[in-house]
């Protein structure tokens, strides 16, 4: 063997080292998990269409269909404020609730689009999830290593609700947003972290809960002062929505009072409000189940008595599980993790809704990420591993069929 053998062979091993290597597991998840979803939302939309929700002619609209079935099956609901803002502005008394970025974003690709907003939500959220997996893997890599972060990004994408990242909602952009201002407020960008949290605060006023979190994160910089300067960023961009209000409609403050649509109302015990109504909602859930559908009904919210007891039990067993999380996130990534997660819970526990008080609890945790790093962390032993993927699995798969037949869910 020549010494020119000798010396190439190592370079030409390092070569198919680099070509072996395999890619970001956070794309991986991301495309196999989002045609997953899509295949399984066709197939229960194509399976079960004579099982279509009775009312679903009462949500639906023009305005939710585009290309065909295909594509029109991600947008419900609350898709419909979104499309037509995005068409026709703001307007009516309950479009101020829906905050004004991503409905942006869909009018302009709309727009590029020829008319397709359905089209444009769609793709505008599929991308925002990508980007919102890739942060997170990176985000979680630098706490909980390589298996821990290819967890993180996998059990977020198996999360009961996580449906909604590819639906024309906001999550996954607020979801990108988020995760993107603690990724800079942690390398000490806080100019930019300000800039980014303002951007999710004209996304989900559930944004609010990122100003204590990020402003713990700038104090113990050694720079606080110009740390806490460039976060103020965030409210200043926050602001622009009201002021807009304000010439569009007269009223700075109609996103509050559009909240009324949802029969939700400000608590004066604040948050303790909406943990009271939700025990007392889930415990009445508990004795209808045991009475049956033919006893004495436990909570009128207008609807079936099982259904409503289903809704408002399952949504107390998300609030005990998301208590449970915020406080292994506080103890194991600390004070930033564990404060968004409280304000991320406080903020809809001080609105409750009449009669669903945890009205889409399930839906906001979603986007609250130390939820899924904690669960990553708990997820390192392979039983529970097994348990947390295979019950998050089994609860999307039921989540998907309510989303494709318009049974409510949220």
Same mark, same amino acid.
Request: contains cysteine.
């Given at each position: 063997?020549?010494?020119?053998?000798?010396?190439?062979?190592?370079?030409?091993?390092?070569?198919?080292?680099?070509?072996?290597?395999?890619?970001?597991?956070?794309?991986?998840?991301?495309? /196999?998990?989002?045609?997953? &979803? /899509?295949?399984?939302?066709?197939?229960?939309?194509?399976?079960?269409?004579?099982?279509?929700?009775?009312?679903?002619?009462?949500?639906?609209?023009?305005?939710?269909?585009?290309?065909?079935?295909?594509?029109?099956?991600?947008?419900?609901?609350?898709?419909?404020?979104?499309?037509?803002?995005?068409?026709?502005? !703001?307007?009516?008394?309950?479009?101020?609730?829906?905050?004004?970025?991503?409905?942006?974003?869909?009018? *302009?690709?709309?727009?590029?689009?020829?008319?397709?907003?359905?089209?444009?939500?769609?793709?505008? @959220?599929?991308?925002?999830?990508?980007?919102?997996? &890739?942060?997170?893997?990176? +985000?979680?890599?630098?706490?909980?290593?390589?298996?821990?972060?290819?967890?993180?990004?996998? !059990?977020?994408?198996?999360?009961?609700?996580?449906?909604?990242?590819?639906?024309?909602?906001?999550? @996954?952009?607020?979801?990108?947003?988020?995760?993107?201002?603690?990724?800079?407020?942690?390398?000490?960008?806080?100019?930019?972290?300000?800039?980014?949290?303002? #951007?999710?605060?004209?996304?989900?006023?559930?944004?609010?809960?990122?100003?204590?979190?990020?402003?713990?994160?700038?104090?113990?910089?050694?720079?606080?002062?110009?740390?806490?300067?460039?976060?103020?960023?965030?409210?200043?961009?926050?602001?622009?929505?009201?002021?807009?209000?304000?010439?569009?409609?007269?009223?700075?403050?109609?996103?509050?009072?559009?909240?009324?649509?949802?029969?939700? @109302?400000?608590?004066?015990?604040?948050?303790?409000?909406?943990?009271?109504?939700? +025990?007392?909602?889930?415990?009445?859930?508990?004795?209808?189940?045991?009475?049956?559908?033919?006893?004495?009904?436990?909570?009128?919210?207008?609807?079936?008595?099982?259904?409503?007891?289903?809704?408002?039990?399952?949504? #107390?067993?998300?609030?005990?599980?998301?208590?449970?999380?915020?406080?292994?996130?506080?103890?194991?990534?600390?004070?930033? !993790?564990?404060?968004?997660?409280?304000?991320?819970?406080?903020?809809?526990?001080? *609105?409750?809704?009449?009669?669903?008080?945890?009205?889409?609890?399930?839906?906001?945790?979603?986007?609250?990420?130390?939820?899924?790093?904690?669960?990553?962390?708990?997820?390192?032993?392979?039983?529970?591993?097994?348990?947390?993927?295979?019950? @998050?699995?089994?609860?999307?798969?039921?989540?998907?069929?309510? /989303?494709?037949?318009?049974? /409510?869910?949220?």
């Amino acid at each position: 063997m020549s010494a020119g053998q000798r010396i190439r062979e190592p370079r030409a091993a390092t070569r198919e080292l680099r070509f072996a290597r395999a890619p970001n597991p956070a794309v991986e998840i991301f495309i /196999w998990s989002r045609l997953a &979803l /899509w295949g399984a939302a066709l197939l229960a939309l194509l399976w079960f269409e004579p099982n279509r929700h009775p009312q679903a002619a009462r949500w639906d609209g023009p305005a939710l269909h585009d290309l065909g079935w295909a594509i029109d099956v991600w947008a419900r609901w609350d898709s419909a404020f979104y499309l037509r803002i995005a068409e026709e502005g !703001y307007r009516g008394d309950a479009a101020p609730a829906f905050f004004p970025l991503y409905p942006g974003l869909v009018a *302009v690709g709309g727009r590029l689009l020829g008319g397709h907003y359905v089209l444009a939500g769609v793709l505008l @959220s599929l991308a925002a999830c990508l980007g919102a997996f &890739l942060l997170l893997h990176r +985000l979680a890599e630098a706490h909980l290593g390589a298996e821990g972060a290819r967890r993180a990004v996998l !059990y977020l994408a198996l999360f009961p609700t996580s449906v909604f990242l590819s639906a024309v909602y906001a999550e @996954s952009l607020f979801l990108l947003l988020v995760v993107g201002a603690f990724l800079l407020a942690e390398r000490r960008r806080f100019g930019r972290a300000g800039a980014v949290a303002g #951007l999710a605060l004209l996304t989900r006023p559930l944004g609010l809960a990122l100003l204590p979190a990020l402003a713990l994160i700038a104090i113990r910089s050694p720079a606080r002062g110009r740390a806490l300067l460039g976060l103020c960023l965030a409210p200043a961009l926050l602001a622009l929505y009201p002021v807009f209000l304000w010439l569009r409609l007269g009223d700075p403050l109609a996103f509050a009072g559009a909240q009324g649509v949802w029969t939700r @109302s400000l608590s004066p015990l604040g948050p303790l409000g909406g943990v009271w109504d939700g +025990l007392r909602a889930g415990w009445a859930g508990a004795r209808q189940l045991a009475a049956g559908p033919d006893g004495r009904v436990y909570w009128e919210a207008g609807g079936e008595p099982m259904h409503t007891a289903a809704v408002n039990l399952s949504a #107390l067993l998300f609030l005990v599980l998301f208590v449970a999380l915020t406080i292994v996130a506080w103890r194991r990534f600390g004070a930033p !993790y564990g404060v968004f997660c409280a304000a991320s819970l406080a903020i809809p526990l001080s *609105v409750p809704s009449e009669r669903w008080p945890l009205l889409s609890l399930p839906r906001f945790g979603l986007v609250v990420f130390p939820f899924i790093l904690a669960l990553a962390a708990l997820g390192g032993r392979p039983r529970v591993h097994t348990a947390i993927a295979g019950t @998050s699995a089994l609860l999307l798969g039921v989540t998907v069929v309510q /989303w494709a037949l318009w049974q /409510w869910v949220a």
